[in-house]
C-alpha cells in the first residue's frame, strides 16, 4: 500500500492524530474529530502525520472557501511548535 500517496488519513494515523492534538482543532479550539492536510493534497501534500492536523467539521468547511494561507501558515507554525522549531507562537 502506497500511503504517502492515499488522499485520506486511515483510521490508525487519524487516532494517532487526534490523540497526539488532544482531540482539539487546531484552527479554533473546538473538539476535533477530523484530520485535515495542512499542504491540501490537490497541491501535493502528503498524507503523514506531520502534514495532518486535528481539525473540527466547521474549520474543515471554512477552509474550502476561506483564505488558504491563512490556515496554511496556522497549520505549518503548530506543526513547527510540535517539533520545538518555533517557539514563539
Ligand atoms: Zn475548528
Redesign the pocket.
Known amino acids: 500500500m502506497r500511503r504517502d500517496r492515499s488522499r485520506y488519513f486511515s483510521l490508525r494515523l487519524s487516532a494517532e492524530i487526534l490523540k497526539r492534538d488532544n482531540f482539539t482543532?487546531i484552527?479554533?479550539?473546538?473538539h476535533?474529530t477530523l484530520i485535515d492536510h495542512i499542504i491540501p493534497w490537490e497541491l501535493g501534500g502528503k498524507t503523514i502525520k506531520d502534514n495532518g492536523v486535528s481539525?473540527?467539521k466547521?474549520?474543515n468547511k471554512l477552509k474550502e472557501n476561506d483564505t488558504l494561507g491563512n490556515y496554511l501558515t496556522k497549520g505549518m507554525k503548530y506543526i513547527a511548535r510540535l517539533k520545538g522549531i518555533d517557539q514563539t507562537c
Open positions: 482543532c484552527y479554533c479550539g473546538k476535533a481539525c473540527c466547521s474549520c
